[in-house]
């Protein structure tokens, strides 16, 4: 391995690109706003907190904090971990990686086409 690679980046650029499927089901779990402050609510955390803590942060009811935390469960972007009787959630650092990915070819494509679109007269 040469010197400033790290491994994680090895591995990222050997990885499957995420499928369409894949990034739409994680924009739609982004497309709420609670879901992103559920997100910046963990990263602020620097690490673990249970769904009563996240519920805490916000004016919103257990259940409907349990219900969007499930939607980003189910995307991927966040991780469970059982601590005793209760689940702990955090950040899923892979996943935000892949979409960053992803992201960096994902709009490339359409700049030529958004440009000639805008040099259009209407």
Not at 1 to 23: K, W, Y
Not at 92 to 114: R, W
């Amino acid at each position: 391995m040469s010197p400033g690679v790290s491994r994680a980046s090895i591995m990222r650029r050997q990885a499957a690109p995420m499928r369409d499927d894949d990034i739409a089901n994680i924009m739609r779990a982004l497309g709420h706003p609670v879901r992103l402050e559920i997100l910046r609510i963990l990263a602020s955390q620097q690490g673990q907190c249970c769904c009563g803590d996240v519920t805490e942060s916000l004016t919103l009811a257990q259940s409907t904090v349990s219900q969007h935390i499930k939607v980003l469960l189910d995307a991927g972007l966040i991780e469970r971990k059982a601590q005793g009787t209760r689940n702990r959630y955090c950040i899923s650092h892979d996943k935000l990686g892949e979409l960053n990915s992803a992201f960096g070819g994902l709009l490339e494509g359409l700049a030529p086409l958004v440009a000639s679109k805008e040099a259009e007269p209407a």
